[in-house]
Structures are given as C-alpha cells and as structure tokens.
C-alpha cells in the first residue's frame, strides 16, 4: 500500500508499507521467512533531461525483530538522444543484512552504470 506525499510536475515522493516474505536458499534455514516493508521511492527533475532517482526499502523480520535487511537506491539518469529516448543512468545501491549469514559482509555496496531506451 502507498501514499504519494508529493507528486507534482518536477517532484514524485510516494510512501509504501506492507508485507512479504522471501526464500533464502542454501541457507541456515531454507524455509519462507515472513518480513514486513517500510519503503519510499523519490524523484526530482532538475530539466526535461537529468532526473534524480531514490529508493529506499527497511525489511524488518517478523519471526525476530532484531533481524532486518536495508536496500537504498540513488541514481542519476540524463536523456541522451530525446529522438530515441535513450538514456544514461548511473547511481550506487547499498544493502545491510543484519545477519547475513556466515561468510557474506553485513553491508555491501554496487555501483552501476547503464545505458538504455525508454518505451
């Protein structure tokens, strides 16, 4: 479920909750793990052809609520070639995982660049 805060011609804040439950495999427990979802997705316009983009999700486990994951998301997208609609993205992801398990980093970051078309 989701409430837009903001939405008009240059910003867009909408608000989300809800619940879920995901399956993590070869793992210390290889069963369905029930999780709620405190989320947000931002974007902002500067011009008809550079937006910025965020995301942001908290995952809190509902069997331990000491447990919990963290996905945030920001990014950059230009218009290249407004003609083909081709676009230029770039941003950073971080995820936390207050337990993730033996051998995996409790944080972890991913850069991207990516470029495609928009239909």
């Known amino acids: 479920m989701g409430y837009e805060f903001i939405k008009n011609d240059t ?3 909408l608000g989300r ?3 879920g439950a995901y399956l993590e495999i070869n793992g210390s427990e ?3 793990q029930p999780e709620g979802l405190l989320g947000y997705d931002f974007e902002h316009k500067f011009t008809e052809r550079q937006s910025l983009t965020a995301t942001g999700d908290y995952f ?3 069997a331990d609520l000491r447990e919990y994951r963290i996905v945030n998301k920001v990014g950059y997208t230009l218009m290249v070639d ?3 609609d081709m676009l230029l ?3 950073i992801e971080s995820e936390y995982d207050s337990d993730p398990g033996d051998g995996f980093n409790k944080h972890d970051f991913r850069y991207f660049v990516s470029l495609g ?3």
């Open 89 to 91: 993205k770039a941003g």
């Open 17 to 19: 909750v809800g619940a």
């Open 117 to 119: 078309w928009a239909f």
């Open 60 to 62: 809190p486990s509902f």
């Open 11 to 13: 910003t867009f804040l």
């Open 82 to 84: 407004p003609e083909v």
């Open 30 to 32: 290889n069963a369905w």
